[in-house]
């Protein structure tokens, strides 16, 4: 884990309470067991606990200390995937939701830390088709606002009626203001950290985003149905 930064505030840190699972060392005859204890150990949590849980692991990413990185990858696919909702507001991934619910004590930003772990967060079946994956890929990003704003996010897609639906209906939704747009680039795989098939939303996650310079504004769609849920 060296790739994270010492926390500055170790000191005045309490010690993260950890499931026994994510501080297992990693053994790769184990790892399916562990993938699939590091998803219990997060799934029978209440949302306001598996947000506690999601900034312990991220607390102790950032200061160095080992975790079992099959538990942890698994754990942080279900927080990059689902939703919490305290006191009856949405606060979008649990990865933004521990953001703000830590109130600045990060010190790495969330698409730091899931593009650190973007490899263990995928399956088995998804990183045989990263690895497949040679010819550029055309990627698509739905949002409102400024295009450079828009641009700089890491969760993009090869699918433009994904990207279209998140730029005039999701976003729209939860109160976000501004003009609909979908941004495209052309991208080699190797800028590409992840591929994520479990939503059906054709995902590619790319760190820190892509400069506006890189991108270009397609026109949205007219003919998209609408949707019941943030799966395209």
Same mark, same amino acid.
């Given at each position: 884990?060296?790739?994270?930064?010492?926390?500055?505030?170790?000191?005045? !840190?309490?010690?993260?309470?950890?499931?026994?699972?994510?501080?297992?060392?990693?053994?790769?005859?184990?790892?399916?067991?562990? !993938?699939?204890?590091?998803?219990?150990?997060?799934?029978?949590?209440?949302?306001?606990?598996?947000?506690?849980?999601?900034?312990?692991?991220?607390?102790?990413?950032?200061?160095?200390?080992?975790?079992?990185?099959?538990?942890?990858?698994?754990?942080?696919?279900?927080?990059?995937?689902?939703?919490?909702?305290?006191?009856?507001?949405?606060?979008?991934?649990?990865?933004?939701?521990?953001?703000?619910?830590?109130?600045?004590?990060?010190?790495?930003?969330?698409?730091?830390?899931?593009?650190?772990?973007?490899?263990?967060?995928?399956?088995?079946?998804? !990183?045989?088709?990263?690895?497949?994956?040679?010819?550029?890929?055309?990627?698509?990003?739905?949002?409102?606002?400024?295009?450079?704003?828009?641009?700089?996010?890491?969760?993009?897609?090869?699918?433009?009626?994904?990207?279209?639906?998140?730029?005039?209906?999701?976003?729209?939704?939860?109160?976000?203001?501004?003009?609909?747009?979908?941004?495209?680039?052309?991208?080699?795989?190797?800028?590409?950290?992840?591929?994520?098939?479990?939503?059906?939303?054709?995902?590619?996650?790319?760190?820190?985003?892509?400069?506006?310079?890189?991108?270009?504004?397609?026109?949205?769609?007219?003919?998209?149905?609408? !949707?019941?849920?943030?799966?395209?």
């Amino acid at each position: 884990m060296k790739h994270f930064v010492p926390s500055k505030h170790g000191a005045e !840190r309490l010690p993260p309470s950890l499931p026994e699972v994510f501080l297992r060392a990693d053994a790769p005859e184990r790892m399916n067991q562990d !993938r699939e204890d590091g998803q219990n150990a997060f799934l029978i949590l209440t949302d306001e606990a598996r947000i506690g849980l999601i900034t312990d692991l991220i607390m102790h990413l950032e200061d160095m200390k080992p975790l079992n990185t099959a538990a942890t990858g698994s754990a942080f696919r279900l927080a990059w995937e689902l939703e919490p909702y305290l006191g009856g507001k949405r606060l979008g991934t649990y990865f933004s939701a521990a953001e703000i619910i830590s109130a600045g004590r990060f010190e790495s930003g969330v698409s730091e830390i899931v593009g650190r772990l973007a490899n263990e967060m995928m399956t088995a079946d998804e !990183r045989r088709r990263l690895s497949e994956t040679k010819a550029p890929l055309i990627v698509y990003r739905g949002g409102v606002g400024d295009p450079a704003s828009i641009s700089q996010g890491m969760s993009w897609t090869t699918d433009i009626s994904c990207a279209d639906f998140y730029a005039r209906k999701w976003l729209v939704r939860w109160g976000a203001a501004g003009e609909p747009r979908i941004l495209s680039s052309q991208i080699e795989p190797e800028v590409v950290a992840a591929m994520f098939d479990g939503r059906d939303e054709s995902e590619i996650l790319i760190p820190n985003g892509l400069p506006v310079e890189r991108v270009v504004e397609v026109p949205t769609l007219s003919d998209v149905k609408p !949707r019941s849920s943030g799966s395209c």
